[in-house]
C-alpha cells in the first residue's frame, strides 16, 4: 500500500535559482524554494569554523587558491554513494594534486544525523581513506545558510579570484545507486578543469541533490 505523501522540511533537497524549484525524492512532492544567498560570479562568504584537526580554520586562509566546498552527512544514503565506490575520494586526491584546497564541511545541528566529534570525523576520514585538506564544524549553521547549502553533498567551487565558480550537484545522476556514478558528468571534475586550464567554467549552477542538511531549528 502507498503511503500517504509527507512533506519535511528535513526530506527537501535543494533546487537551484534558475528553477526556482525543491524536489522531495522521498515524499514525491514538491515546493518553491528561496533562491540561494550566492551566486556563480560573486564573492562568497568568508567564514571561520573549527576543525577536526582542532585549529580554526578560514576561508581567507586560502586567499588565491582554488576551494572546493563540500556539504556532508556520512549516514546520508547519497554521500554514501560517492564515499563507497571512492568516487569523491579520487576527485579530493585529484584536486589536491593539482593545489586545490578541499574543505568539507558538517552542518548538521547537535545530536541530528550526520553530527560528529571531531574524533569520529577524523575516524571516519581514516576509515574511508578520504583526502579532504579540512574536516570543519558548522553546528549552528550559520556558514551552511550564509551559502544556501540544503544537500548532501552540495558542492561549491571558488576560483583563486576569490569568485564563486561552481555550486550545485557533484554530478549529474541524482540517485543513490553506485552503478550510476559510471559514465556520470561530474560537474566539480569539469568545474576544476577549466579553471586549471584557464577557461571559464562552462556550467556554473546545476541543481545539487541528496539529503537535506539536518540544521539547528
Not at 512532492?29 to 577536526?52: E, H, I, K, N
Not at 586545490?100 to 544525523?113: D, F, K, R, T
Amino acid at each position: 500500500m502507498n503511503r500517504p505523501f509527507r512533506l519535511s522540511r528535513r526530506h527537501l533537497l535543494s533546487g537551484s535559482a534558475l528553477t526556482g524549484l525543491v524536489f522531495a525524492f522521498a515524499s514525491g512532492a514538491a515546493v518553491l524554494a528561496a533562491p540561494p544567498p550566492v551566486r556563480p560570479g560573486s564573492p562568497p562568504p568568508d567564514f571561520t569554523l573549527a576543525s577536526a584537526a582542532g585549529a580554526q580554520v578560514s576561508l581567507a586562509d586560502f586567499k588565491g587558491k582554488t576551494v572546493v566546498l563540500e556539504w556532508t552527512n556520512h549516514a546520508c544514503p547519497f554521500v554514501q554513494k560517492h564515499y563507497s565506490s571512492n568516487n569523491m575520494q579520487n576527485l579530493q586526491r585529484d584536486a589536491a594534486r593539482a593545489g586545490v584546497v578541499w574543505l568539507s564541511i558538517i552542518s548538521s545541528a547537535p545530536g541530528e544525523q550526520g553530527a560528529v566529534s571531531a574524533e569520529e570525523a577524523n575516524r571516519l576520514t581514516a576509515s574511508r581513506n578520504a583526502a579532504p585538506a579540512q574536516v570543519l564544524f558548522d553546528p549552528d549553521g550559520k556558514v551552511g545558510r550564509a551559502y544556501g547549502a540544503r544537500a548532501t553533498p552540495h558542492m561549491y567551487v571558488i576560483a583563486p579570484d576569490g569568485r564563486l565558480a561552481y555550486m550545485g550537484a557533484i554530478d549529474d545522476r541524482p540517485g543513490t545507486d553506485v552503478a550510476e556514478i559510471t559514465g556520470a558528468r561530474n560537474h566539480v571534475r569539469e568545474a576544476l578543469a577549466e579553471l586549471a586550464a584557464g577557461k571559464p567554467v562552462s556550467t556554473r549552477q546545476t541543481r545539487a541533490y541528496g539529503c537535506a542538511i539536518k540544521y539547528a531549528t
